[in-house]
């Protein structure tokens, strides 16, 4: 719901790490077992793009500075 009312905008999500891993998942089509196996870094940025096919993970574990 969120990313269809802000269609065409950027959105920032602050979220705890299943939760990322979770929408990674998705994006990537992987099963929840695989995606356990998903690190996310404290502090990190994951970035996701929302395709008409679906979405694609663009930037994953992003950490300030690097």
């Known amino acids: 719901r969120l990313v269809d009312r802000h269609a065409g905008q950027d959105v920032v999500i602050v979220s705890h790490g299943g939760a990322i891993r979770a929408a990674v998942a ?4 992987i099963d929840a077992d695989r995606a356990l196996h998903l690190s996310v870094y404290n ?4 970035r996701l793009e929302r395709l008409d096919e679906g979405w ?3 930037a994953m574990n992003e ?3 690097v």
């Open 26 to 29: 998705h994006a990537m089509a």
């Open 43 to 46: 502090l990190s940025l994951t």
């Open 56 to 58: 694609r993970v663009i």
């Open 63 to 65: 950490l300030p500075g």
